[in-house]
């Protein structure tokens, strides 16, 4: 899509109870007021805590989450795009190949 970017192939076996969490750099960038970054050890640490979750209430918390952090209100809008999409895969194991 863009002549200087790079990509690279990912390939996984998906396993019932997985969860994939796809996000735009807004969610990583998303800063407090002291203009921390919210960062993807904190992505991490809410996936890790928050499991139990279907994948709309770990949507809507995550959201929430992410509006306390920057003391932000979702009325109020954010400094840059927030895009999250999150799947649960119940299935049969298989093989997927991200690119």
Not at 28 to 42: H, K, N, W
Not at 48 to 64: M, P, V, Y
């Amino acid at each position: 899509m863009f002549d200087e970017a790079t990509y690279e192939a990912l390939e996984l076996i998906l396993e019932p109870g997985d969860r994939y969490l796809l996000y735009a750099d807004g969610v990583l960038e998303t800063a407090d007021s002291a203009q921390e970054q919210f960062g993807a050890d904190r992505v991490r640490r809410f996936m890790e805590t928050n499991k139990q979750l279907s994948a709309d209430d770990f949507a809507e918390r995550f959201l929430a989450e992410l509006s306390r952090w920057s003391g932000q209100t979702t009325e109020q809008g954010q400094q840059d795009d927030i895009t999250l999409l999150v799947v649960d895969f119940k299935g049969k194991p298989v093989r997927d190949v991200c690119r």
